[in-house]
């Protein structure tokens, strides 16, 4: 097989998937040591289609000043062979707010390009396409938020960072799946209004003594999963240690071995090193986790997120030719949706 030329020079592929991963900085990779890192997960015939391209971005990074932040849910060829950060929610957040590029790649969906805006307001923002969006962003608006606190006075509104600039400025703090509870318990209240994620609040309402007044919305990815699937998997499969993302329903929950953030799945994965392996969440997490632990079984249930899916190397490569689409936020909603992220960011400094 022939595989296009990688340019020596070109950042090394991370390494590693635990919480914000940055790239080594290469000293030289070559196509063939970049191929044969992916080739568990990228068939010979796709690596033609991807490698010009990786090349491509790969320049133009320098060329930009300009970094690519993956989320753990983004294809192999984005996550491994261009991405200069990866990890989850939190770590995408904590690292936009350090990063010192002048331009930012959001390799996600149209929230997370929100707050590493919000904490980047200076820098160029680059959303590959600006409709991959979120069931959960969409699931509430600001005027909701607002008549929620009419609902409930003087009661605290934590927002899942899965939320929109507009409904973040209503709000006190936001939390990701990787901080959730340690969040509603920084407030110090006995009631908390927790929002959009409808199983996510269940199951911090399970992990605290903080009474949780939900808000019904969900993933549409993970609102798929049920607990008899997975415990048919688990019966199929002798030995299968099931990690699950909060985002499921209870009943997925109630069968998982560990339940944690994509990261955190990362993390137990790393640690614990299980034979076999399922992890309930989007399809591209085991496709990412397996290139690093080639030992271990990753048994998949796949279930896609349309939005994440929108990401895609050619969509990135334009996007840095460009320098649009950005992101942009009005700078009144900017500035108290601001506060709300940086109030979670500091919290566990
Ligand atoms: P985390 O990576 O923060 O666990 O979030 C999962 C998710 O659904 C992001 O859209
Ligand atoms: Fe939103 Fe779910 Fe897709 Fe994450 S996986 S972006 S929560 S729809």
Redesign the pocket.
Known sequence: MTVAFVEPGSPLPPSSTSPAVESPNAGSVTDQALYDRVRRVIPPLEWPVHAPLIHEINRLKRERDAVVLAHN?MTPEIYHCVADIVGDSLALARKAAATEARVIVLAG?HFMGETAKLLNPDKIVLMPDLEAG????ASITGADVRALRARHPGVPVVAYV?TSAEVKAETDICCTSGNAVEVVESLGCGRVIFLPDRYLAAYVAGQTKVEIIPWAGQ????ERFTGAEITDYAARHAGLTVLAHP?CPPDVLGVADFVGSTARMIEFVRDRRPAKVLMVT?CSMSDNVAVEFPELEFIRPCNL?P??KRITLAKIRDSLLSLTPRIEIDPAIAERARRAVERMVAVGK
Do not use: F, K, T, W
């Open positions: 849910y969906v979120c069931s959960l962003a899965n993933c549409e990815v993970h985002e989007e997120c939005h994440m």
